[in-house]
């Protein structure tokens, strides 16, 4: 097996490469410190602390169209610290791989997952809306106007908790280990 590789710059060199692989794989998404030290973030959509994206849309979504027009077998992997409105992406896409950035084993994780060794099994910690319609004015702090996967009445991308795998599961025939749970989650089950 071949791994060729380009860094985007030259979209010419890329969508060779898109074109000549068996499967092309765009990783896109933000750097965590937008690369702008205390500066605001150059691009829209990317934020850190106490600077706040402008918009949820992901730029780069543009490259992954490119890339998937070269090449239809275009798996999407997005590095990203927040939800992003990947609409297009989730729409065209055979394969989308969401991961927060991580360790010095990023690579070998994203690698594991991506030739089969290992079974994606997160689930998502937030709602991803569509859009930056589905926002909420950012000094509503009302749960109820519809904030929250709890509240909203809109459909989002993912909802919270979503997630697949390279399998199929269910749960079924769940019971709790007491016989009651209190509002904090420590159990009140007593042994006899």
């Keep these: 097996m071949n791994v060729l590789y380009a860094d985007g710059l030259d979209m010419v060199k890329a969508m060779d490469l898109a074109r000549?692989?068996?499967?092309?794989?765009?990783?896109?998404?933000?750097?965590?410190?937008c690369n702008a030290g205390w500066d605001q973030c150059p691009t829209p959509s990317?934020?850190?602390?106490d600077v706040?994206?402008?918009t949820i849309v992901l730029e780069q979504e543009a490259l992954v169209r490119q890339v998937f027009a070269a090449n239809p077998r275009t798996?999407?992997?997005?590095r990203a610290s927040f939800p992003y409105a990947i609409v297009w992406s989730?729409?065209?896409?055979?394969?989308?791989?969401?991961?927060t950035h991580n360790s010095q084993e990023?690579?070998?994780?994203?690698?594991?997952?991506?030739?089969?060794?290992?079974?994606?099994?997160?689930?998502?910690?937030?709602?991803?809306?569509?859009?930056?319609?589905?926002?909420?004015?950012?000094?509503d702090y009302d749960l109820t106007h519809g904030r929250t996967y709890l509240y909203s009445t809109l459909k989002p991308l993912y909802a919270f908790g979503y997630g697949l795998s390279y399998t199929s599961f269910v749960y079924e025939a769940l019971s709790l280990s007491a016989p009651k749970?209190?509002?904090?989650?420590?159990?009140?089950y007593r042994s006899r």
């Design 106 to 139: 990023e690579g070998h994780g994203l690698a594991d997952v991506l030739f089969g060794d290992y079974s994606p099994a997160g689930r998502l910690t937030q709602t991803w809306p569509t859009g930056d319609a589905q926002l909420l004015p950012m000094l």
């Design 52 to 54: 706040d994206r402008r």
């Design 75 to 78: 798996i999407e992997v997005l």
């Design 181 to 188: 749970v209190a509002a904090d989650g420590a159990s009140r």
């Design 20 to 33: 000549s692989a068996d499967v092309a794989i765009v990783v896109v998404g933000n750097h965590p410190e």
């Design 46 to 49: 990317n934020g850190k602390e």
């Design 90 to 99: 989730q729409q065209n896409l055979p394969a989308i791989v969401h991961m």
